[in-house]
């Protein structure tokens, strides 16, 4: 008995030592990772989502950007939070990073209080200034989707699903409108509402602003009884997943519009399609992807498209220009990227609409390597200070407005 | 013969293993696991790891959960696990928040909102563990499945009182009150509270009696009940001084706001060297000493370059083997002690 005490006590042992062995082992045989480019400026790129986008545009920022403009790229893991942003930016800090992307709009100010106050320039892709970081030193900006833009993509949108004369009842997905924490979703919203408003007379109780304001997700009233709108505010696509199911599966609505992506809830909504035997029509944010390729060509339960009109984000427009600005600021061109009053830069991006699947593969032809990059290694000399020293704000804000026709684009870059 | 044979070599892994088995090697092995990782990642980066700013970068980014660690020891002293640490924490963090800002519109003053913002924090953290507690000892219902309802409806709560909407405390505050060192007077002034309650009482020991055998405790007449209820009051003390900390750190809440603080808690306190069954070898600066490790694992990947898409798989791999080093498994069927 007490040899199997023995072996057992020998053998629980070993475990430890093992695990110990091992954990080190673990520890010392990351060393060997450690990039000791000192050459490269280090910038973090802060991620709000990671989805099949992002690697897309980590393999555009290390592939053209990166050589490019002599940068190194530290990618985050998906940041929900300011607490994580905050870490991110701090982890940066500590391995030597000079700036930040951010993508996560909610923790822009403090984010880039945090920035600043390690000395790291700092920019976010978002469509809204936070008024009390506009003066800090190291604060960029935001170079993010225009929200004219937007409004005007969703506006076409809506009316091309709304073509058909019918009456038609619309669940909506307005993500971070609230509160224009991403004012882009907030503008998209409104032009929608008021489309509908347009079409069908609807006389709301309350104010547009009001109806995008209220947190909790709920039916709007309409003042018309065979016309239903859903608003179903909030960033979690999860929560969103789960709140959307209950009207989904009433069958009331047969248009499905989400400021952002929709990937998450093509299965709920097949799903009622099937069993109501209806046809639910999906107006959504895109980037150019296989996704939304699969999303054009691929027929839901009765025969239609999945997708039937996308707002195409040209994520690798933003990514270059936010890079070149840090690259700039640099390089003594931080003033040059302020706007007339001194203040922290506003640049938008404006959307690509896309109707139908003829014109996104076209499209699609974009931002696959170096040659057809929208902002290839070439084109980005006219943003660098280095090589072109007009870079400024009002360079950048003119080259952004040439990019908003993408029929020039294409004709461009696609031999 | 061949019982001798085999006891002979074993002997000297027995003295190695009544070493191992110390209550000392206990105690000191997390810290030796810190400073062995604190050791690989100084040489990894060339000794910037130990920089004074990063350690202080450290220490901020462990604070929140070191503080909600150091409360949740209790509970987990008494062999239980609450799984309702994270949502009770943010919870407060909301409704603390939503009171200062209301105060501000109504045009009170920062020092009146600061004040009733902390109160409130930690007069609803104490109300919610007290109420978690009451309901288990009451309804004779398992701590663990209390903690998973009051999880679900705290975060039901939060969902409505926030929306899709984010607080934002203005930055100038949040900056005045990190510039006074507030984050580091809470969690300090209840670390020190935390190690004289837990070590240096009589409520500390009975509460790791429990832990170790709660039937034998009771027989020597330490109520379960009563004991509970302090351990979870001293825990929301601990989860609303968090709410605390977390908003001067990051100024803003949203209902996406340290939804992973709940496991971080847990595993720091894991980490940290406490038994998952409590008793015996509980210690109060466990979450602390965790906590710091989680970060400083962290903190070190980012700056050896570990891609963020492998940094998840290596902490949680990691953590897997130094729980399995660090933790001894019963023999028997998972039991308290005794």
């Given at each position: 008995?007490?040899?199997?005490?023995?072996?057992?006590?020998?053998g629980?042992?070993?475990?430890?030592?093992?695990?110990?062995?091992?954990?080190?082992?673990?520890?010392?045989?990351?060393?060997?990772?450690?990039?000791?480019?000192?050459?490269?400026?280090?910038?973090?790129?802060?991620?709000?989502?990671?989805?099949?986008?992002?690697?897309?545009?980590?393999?555009?920022?290390?592939?053209?950007?990166?050589?490019?403009?002599?940068?190194?790229?530290?990618?985050?893991?998906?940041?929900?939070?300011?607490?994580?942003?905050?870490?991110?930016?701090?982890?940066?800090?500590a391995?030597?990073?000079?700036?930040?992307?951010n993508?996560?709009t909610?923790?822009?100010?403090?984010?880039?209080?945090?920035?600043?106050?390690?000395?790291?320039?700092?920019?976010?892709?978002?469509?809204?200034?936070?008024?009390?970081?506009?003066?800090?030193?190291?604060?960029?900006?935001?170079?993010?989707?225009?929200?004219?833009?937007?409004?005007?993509?969703?506006?076409?949108?809506?009316?091309s699903?709304?073509?058909?004369?019918?009456?038609?009842?619309?669940?909506?997905?307005?993500?971070?409108?609230?509160?224009?924490?991403?004012?882009?979703?907030?503008?998209?919203?409104?032009?929608?509402?008021?489309?509908?408003?347009?079409?069908?007379?609807?006389?709301?109780?309350?104010?547009?602003?009001?109806?995008?304001?209220?947190?909790?997700?709920?039916?709007?009233?309409?003042?018309?009884?065979?016309?239903?709108?859903?608003?179903?505010?909030?960033t979690?696509?999860?929560?969103?997943?789960?709140?959307?199911?209950?009207?989904?599966?009433?069958?009331?609505?047969?248009?499905f519009?989400a400021?952002?992506?929709?990937?998450?809830?093509?299965?709920?909504?097949?799903?009622?399609?099937?069993?109501?035997?209806?046809?639910?029509k999906?107006?959504?944010?895109?980037?150019?992807?296989?996704?939304?390729?699969?999303?054009?060509?691929?027929?839901?339960?009765?025969?239609?498209?999945?997708?039937?009109?996308?707002?195409?984000?040209?994520?690798?427009?933003?990514?270059?220009?936010?890079?070149?600005?840090?690259?700039?600021?640099?390089?003594?061109?931080?003033?040059?990227l302020?706007?007339?009053?001194?203040?922290a830069?506003?640049?938008?991006?404006?959307?690509?609409?896309?109707?139908?699947?003829?014109?996104?593969?076209?499209?699609?032809k974009?931002?696959t390597?170096?040659?057809?990059?929208?902002?290839?290694?070439?084109?980005?000399?006219r943003?660098?200070?280095?090589?072109?020293?007009?870079?400024?704000?009002?360079?950048?804000?003119?080259?952004?407005?040439?990019?908003?026709?993408?029929?020039?684009?294409?004709?461009?870059?696609?031999? | 013969?061949?019982?001798?044979?085999?006891?002979?070599?074993?002997?000297?892994?027995?003295?190695?293993?009544?070493?191992w088995e110390?209550?000392?090697?206990?105690?000191?092995?997390?810290?030796?696991?810190?400073?062995?990782?604190?050791?690989?990642?100084?040489?990894?980066?060339?000794?910037?790891?130990?920089?004074?700013r990063?350690?202080?970068?450290?220490?901020?980014?462990?604070?929140?959960?070191?503080?909600?660690?150091?409360?949740?020891?209790?509970?987990?002293?008494?062999?239980?696990?609450?799984?309702?640490?994270?949502?009770?924490?943010?919870?407060?963090?909301?409704?603390?928040?939503?009171?200062?800002?209301?105060?501000?519109?109504?045009?009170?003053?920062?020092?009146?909102?600061?004040?009733?913002?902390?109160?409130?924090?930690?007069?609803?953290?104490?109300?919610?563990?007290?109420?978690?507690a009451?309901?288990?000892?009451?309804?004779?219902?398992?701590?663990?499945?209390?903690?998973?309802?009051?999880?679900?409806?705290l975060?039901?709560?939060?969902?409505?009182?926030?929306?899709?909407?984010?607080?934002?405390?203005?930055?100038?505050?949040?900056?005045?009150?990190?510039?006074?060192?507030?984050?580091y007077?809470?969690?300090?002034?209840?670390?020190?509270?935390?190690?004289?309650?837990?070590?240096?009482?009589k409520?500390?020991?009975?509460?790791?009696?429990?832990?170790?055998?709660?039937?034998?405790?009771?027989?020597?007449?330490?109520?379960?009940?009563?004991?509970?209820?302090?351990?979870?009051?001293?825990?929301?003390?601990?989860?609303?001084l968090?709410?605390?900390?977390?908003?001067?750190?990051?100024?803003?809440?949203?209902?996406?706001?340290?939804?992973?603080?709940?496991?971080?808690?847990?595993?720091?306190i894991?980490?940290?060297?406490?038994?998952?069954?409590?008793?015996?070898k509980?210690?109060?600066?466990?979450?602390?000493?965790?906590?710091?490790?989680?970060?400083?694992?962290?903190?070190g990947?980012?700056?050896?370059?570990?891609?963020?898409?492998?940094?998840?798989?290596?902490?949680?791999?990691?953590?897997?083997?130094?729980?399995?080093?660090?933790?001894?498994?019963?023999?028997?069927?998972?039991?308290?002690?005794?």
């Amino acid at each position: 008995m007490g040899t199997v005490m023995d072996l057992r006590k020998e053998g629980f042992h070993m475990k430890k030592i093992f695990a110990l062995l091992l954990s080190m082992a673990m520890i010392l045989a990351v060393l060997p990772l450690t990039s000791l480019a000192q050459e490269k400026y280090i910038i973090g790129v802060a991620f709000q989502n990671v989805t099949s986008d992002t690697e897309i545009q980590k393999d555009y920022y290390t592939n053209e950007l990166a050589p490019a403009l002599g940068m190194e790229f530290i990618f985050s893991e998906a940041i929900k939070d300011t607490e994580t942003l905050v870490t991110f930016i701090e982890n940066c800090y500590a391995k030597g990073a000079v700036g930040i992307i951010n993508y996560y709009t909610a923790g822009r100010g403090r984010g880039a209080e945090a920035a600043d106050q390690y000395e790291m320039f700092f920019i976010t892709q978002a469509s809204k200034l936070d008024d009390a970081t506009l003066d800090l030193e190291y604060n960029l900006g935001n170079c993010g989707a225009s929200v004219d833009g937007m409004a005007r993509a969703y506006t076409a949108a809506m009316e091309s699903v709304l073509a058909d004369g019918e009456n038609h009842s619309v669940l909506m997905c307005t993500t971070a409108a609230v509160g224009q924490v991403a004012a882009s979703h907030y503008y998209s919203t409104q032009a929608m509402l008021e489309t509908m408003q347009n079409k069908y007379n609807l006389t709301y109780s309350k104010s547009i602003d009001e109806i995008i304001n209220t947190d909790s997700p709920g039916e709007v009233d309409t003042g018309n009884p065979n016309i239903k709108i859903f608003l179903v505010p909030g960033t979690d696509n999860d929560k969103t997943l789960a709140t959307i199911s209950t009207p989904l599966q009433s069958g009331d609505y047969d248009i499905f519009v989400a400021v952002s992506g929709y990937a998450n809830y093509t299965s709920a909504i097949a799903e009622v399609e099937r069993a109501k035997n209806m046809d639910i029509k999906v107006v959504a944010t895109a980037s150019i992807e296989k996704q939304t390729l699969t999303g054009f060509t691929t027929l839901d339960p009765l025969g239609n498209p999945i997708l039937n009109a996308v707002i195409l984000n040209p994520l690798n427009v933003a990514n270059a220009f936010c890079a070149a600005a840090i690259y700039n600021a640099l390089n003594g061109g931080a003033e040059a990227l302020k706007d007339a009053d001194g203040n922290a830069a506003q640049l938008f991006v404006n959307p690509w609409p896309c109707p139908d699947a003829e014109t996104y593969a076209n499209i699609a032809k974009l931002d696959t390597e170096h040659d057809t990059y929208v902002i290839n290694a070439d084109d980005l000399q006219r943003l660098m200070v280095t090589s072109n020293p007009d870079a400024n704000h009002d360079s950048y804000a003119e080259y952004l407005m040439e990019l908003a026709d993408i029929d020039a684009i294409i004709a461009r870059k696609i031999k | 013969m061949t019982d001798v044979a085999i006891r002979e070599p074993s002997s000297l892994r027995n003295k190695l293993l009544s070493v191992w088995e110390n209550r000392w090697t206990t105690r000191l092995m997390p810290f030796v696991i810190l400073l062995l990782i604190a050791f690989a990642f100084s040489l990894a980066t060339g000794g910037r790891f130990l920089a004074s700013r990063n350690l202080t970068i450290i220490l901020n980014q462990a604070l929140v959960v070191a503080t909600v660690a150091t409360g949740g020891t209790f509970i987990f002293a008494t062999g239980n696990v609450n799984l309702a640490m994270g949502a009770t924490t943010v919870l407060c963090e909301t409704v603390s928040a939503m009171a200062f800002l209301a105060i501000l519109d109504a045009g009170g003053s920062v020092e009146l909102g600061l004040v009733v913002m902390f109160v409130i924090s930690v007069t609803l953290a104490v109300f919610i563990m007290g109420f978690s507690a009451i309901l288990s000892t009451k309804l004779n219902v398992r701590v663990l499945y209390v903690t998973i309802v009051m999880m679900t409806l705290l975060a039901a709560i939060q969902q409505a009182l926030l929306g899709g909407s984010t607080l934002t405390i203005p930055s100038k505050i949040t900056r005045m009150l990190a510039n006074n060192n507030v984050h580091y007077i809470i969690f300090g002034v209840f670390f020190a509270f935390a190690v004289v309650i837990f070590h240096f009482t009589k409520i500390g020991r009975t509460l790791r009696f429990i832990g170790t055998n709660e039937i034998c405790a009771h027989q020597t007449g330490k109520f379960k009940k009563d004991y509970l209820l302090l351990a979870f009051v001293i825990g929301g003390l601990g989860m609303g001084l968090g709410a605390m900390v977390a908003i001067i750190r990051s100024g803003s809440v949203s209902i996406t706001t340290l939804s992973s603080l709940n496991m971080d808690t847990m595993l720091a306190i894991v980490l940290g060297g406490m038994s998952v069954f409590g008793g015996s070898k509980s210690f109060v600066y466990a979450g602390v000493i965790g906590a710091v490790t989680v970060t400083a694992l962290q903190n070190g990947m980012v700056m050896v370059g570990v891609d963020s898409n492998l940094i998840q798989g290596v902490r949680g791999l990691l953590f897997l083997l130094l729980v399995a080093a660090a933790q001894k498994r019963p023999h028997g069927l998972p039991a308290p002690e005794g």
